[in-house]
């Protein structure tokens, strides 16, 4: 079962990469620890993860007017992933494209 969802590839989390070159953001499963994060990441891309950071996001009611009335509804809520790989080593996301 895949626990990563998709890769993090937003402005703020390449502004953090370019600062930080061996960090990359995650999706995943909201029931993902980081031991399987990082087992599923060294899986996946051949690397060597040296720390997991993971962060709970609530998802947040949302609303807007239309002819038709107010549409209210609620966004998803999600768990990210910030992990830190061995100095030099890199993911290039853009490979496969």
Known sequence: MALILRPLVTEKMTKTTD??????????????NKLQIKEEVERLYNVTVVDVNTMLFAGKRSQRYTKAGMIKGQKSSFKKAIVTLKEGETIDFYSNI
């Open 19 to 32: 600062k930080r070159p061996n960090r990359y953001g995650f999706i995943v499963r909201p029931d993902a």
